[in-house]
């Protein structure tokens, strides 16, 4: 009987192809996404006003696209961190709001304005509202009002906060994350690249694997 | 004689089954790799179209021409929901009768290979053949 190797032969052809064209895709979007930040003048992977997290000195920049509302993105947080804290004076994080969930620009324009207070302020206040994400980001019923009071303890002023999420500095800011959101063909949270390629295999170990191999080039001498 | 013919409606049944199982493949690359997000009506063809991949992999091994029975009502709906996509995307069927105005508009062309090949009329092509196929099986059953 030859039909059985037939099918067989056939499903590993199709599966084969599947796999094939999956890499060229991504090969052909990481090819884009480095055209970009090659050429472009304007590239979204050089926002100095963006929240930064580590040293300029470092040669690695992970650029990660998050919306404040996303589980995955509340997820994957401790692994990004853990990899800033892995190469403290090589890598960096530049974070960046893609606030796909209703409610969701509220709470990014809130995290701005606690970035105007210090950076220390800013990271607290990113940890309490990540933590307290299923308080106030119900799906089909989110209540962003609610951050506020997982902020008590972050030592934010939250009255100066209350009064600056509005200021036009923070608005032109997320007018920029949005924007970039569309030139990188960002359609997912959390999108990350490193150092403008974009994040592989979305998972912890590949998230350490692709830094690391980052790091050995920048820092090849 | 018998041999004959069903080693014929085997081959018309494999062809089936490598339609159905590309159509299943091609549909979650464009969903699964592009990220293109499925509209509604993609979504019921996708539900006409998966279970014929598997279907046909159970009428094959070993070959099962009653499968025909269970195939064909499968394939016609998902031929008349790609009929009524193809449809849409070409503006016979008005905007105030479309059935998605939330979320994913079915009636945005998200991809055109060379030019006009669209997911839905590739749809409507992979399900044709289907029913072609599995009509000629149940002539040969019939004779």
């Given amino acids: 009987m030859k039909k059985p190797i037939l099918v067989a032969g056939a499903t590993i052809v199709m599966l084969g192809a599947f796999v094939v064209g999956k890499n060229i895709y991504k090969d052909q979007q990481a090819d884009k996404v480095s055209q970009i930040a090659a050429t472009d003048k304007d ?50 994080l530049s974070l960046r709001y893609a606030t796909l969930h209703k409610g969701s620009d509220y709470v990014a324009q809130v995290l701005e304005a606690a970035r105007m207070q210090g950076l220390d302020i800013y990271l607290a206040s ?50 920029q994350d949005a924007a970039d959101m569309v030139k990188l063909d960002v359609r997912k949270t959390p999108t990350l690249f490193i150092n403008g390629k974009p994040l592989r295999d979305f998972s912890p170990e590949g998230l350490t694997s692709q830094v690391a191999n980052e790091i050995r080039i920048a820092y090849k001498s | 004689m018998i041999g004959e013919s069903s080693s014929r409606q085997w081959n018309q049944f494999f062809v089936c089954w490598l339609i159905a199982v590309s159509a299943t493949l091609g549909s979650l690359f464009f969903s699964e790799v592009m990220e293109r997000v ?14 014929l991949a598997i279907i046909f992999t159970v009428g094959l091994l070993p070959l099962d021409v009653r499968c025909v029975r269970y195939a064909l009502p499968f394939a016609v709906s998902g031929w008349a929901l790609a009929l009524y996509h193809c449809l849409i995307y070409l503006g016979f069927i008005p905007e105030s009768l479309q059935p998605c105005t939330q979320g994913v508009s079915c009636a ?36």
């Fill in chain 2, 38 to 51: 499925p509209c509604v009506l993609c979504w019921y063809q996708r539900i006409a179209m998966f279970p």
């Fill in chain 1, 43 to 92: 590239s979204p992977f050089n926002r100095q006003d963006a929240p930064m997290i580590g040293t300029i000195m470092a040669k690695v920049e992970i650029v990660e696209f998050f919306d404040p509302a996303c589980e995955a993105c509340r997820g994957f947080h401790p692994y990004v961190k853990s990899v800033l804290n892995a190469h403290r004076s090589q890598v960096r």
């Fill in chain 1, 126 to 175: 990113l940890e309490a509202v990540l933590e307290g994400q299923p308080v106030w980001a119900e799906h089909g019923r989110p209540q962003p009002e609610l951050v506020w009071t997982l902020l008590t303890s972050t030592g934010l002023d939250i009255e100066r906060a209350r009064r600056e999420m509005n200021d036009p500095r923070i608005l032109a800011r997320l007018k």
């Fill in chain 2, 108 to 143: 945005d062309v998200q991809i055109e290979l060379v030019g006009f090949v669209t997911i839905p009329l590739l749809s409507l092509l992979g399900f044709t053949f289907i029913i072609a196929l599995l009509l000629a099986v149940r002539k040969g059953i019939k004779q």
